[in-house]
């Protein structure tokens, strides 16, 4: 058994090596090949993130709270809005010391912060009268971000499912395409030097009117307008069921494709493989699916979160490569004191279990079966990329790794094609309801031929989802 202090000394250790190759992640950029994101020191960089929409609204001492348990689960980005706007979070649009993100209103008086308007157009807060204590306290927010090694994809102006009450798209049409696209040139230059933010544009809204085009282009012109930025990079959440680069409107804009489903009706693998295999090729990561606790066992605002939610990060990641992000409903409208009981659920650890995972793996050379050249690995026992029975699988270009996720609907037997593999192949089932590992085959298998593999039955969690692993080291 380790000494109580001795193991005290081993984890500041490593939380100093973590600090001093954090200081050292960003800026990021494309790979070579295009699909997924690396570090300044061109180390592969996959998105594991959690969605914090309302971040901004907690005090110093909150944000460090959760960006705390976000590291200790292994994740390394967060999904924000820089100014918050729907009535279900917390207190928007204040910080917890109850600034507002603008001073004035359209019309010249002070602005509240109040975000309903007899008159909009007279009433609603002008984005060229920045509150300087508010953008302090985002600046010191996405330092210390950065300190930890932690991604931003970080919305100027999310604009909200249909328009409305959620977003700001209203404020952005008020203001006019003048203003938006000053606003864009402000926040960019702002934070110009700042290297760990992804732009992210649109919001719950993939159509726009003659007006909200307007509104939204100039914002985005502006943001990419100031030079010598150090964070470059732009996705979006289109409206569910769509791809950020499908966009008709703005998909041009986008470099990197990100999938954003909620729906069972446009199912995660369907619209995730999509997004792998969009003409031009960018690093593709599953922003937005069905949350965990916002189904029938939570906050029921999707009755498509059904448990165990891990399948959607699971098989997004299967299909993308790139990454994925996952969320809470009762965490990201960040309401003290209910998020904090929700920080550590079952679908929170599995998450910490889907990053150790892919951490410990060549994740980067992972390609889509029947993607990309890669063969279609499972030759029977699969269904469409449109059935919750749908089988993910990935193998590596070097002939080096396969992953197959089977789904708790799946039944029955998957035949692998083997000859994707060199060398000697090890077999072993991934529970990922507690991460521990179970032999699938005894000694080596050949790289050559087929072979039919049968998962164990239910997991630990009762559940009977699993992760077959074929690789030519052993697994333990």
Known sequence: MIHAKKLLCLL???VAVFTVYSQNVFPLK???DGRYLVDRNNKPFPILGRTAWFIITQSESGYKQFLSNTLAHGHNAVEMAVITHWPTGNHAPYTAAGQAPFLKTLNGRNWDGTLTYNDINMEGPDLLTPNEAYWQFVDSFLSYCEDQGILVLMFPGYTGYNGG????LQELVANGPQKCEAYGAWIAARFKNRPNIIWMLLGDMGKFNAAQQQAEAALIKGLKS???QLSTEYTAESFSGQNAADNETFGHEMTMNASYTWELGVPVPFIARKAYEHTPVMPSFLLEEPYDEEGPDGNNYNPNATQPVRRFQWWGWLSTIGGYMSGNGYVWPFIDPVWQFHLNTQAAMDMARLNGFIKAIDWWKLIPSGLGGMKNLITAGNSSDTSAAYVAAA????GSLLLAYIPPAHSGSITIDMSVLKGKVYAAWFDPAIGSYTSAAEGSLPASGSRTF??????????TDWVLILSTKQVH
């Not at 193998?395 to 070097?398: E, K, R, S, T």
Request: proline share 11%; charged share 15%.
């Open 165 to 168: 009450e959620q977003g700001w």
């Open 226 to 228: 100031v030079p010598g």
């Open 395 to 398: 193998a590596a270009g070097d």
């Open 12 to 14: 500041i250790a490593l």
């Open 30 to 32: 494309t790979s070579a």
């Open 454 to 463: 049968t998962p164990p039955g239910k997991n630990m969690a009762g559940d």
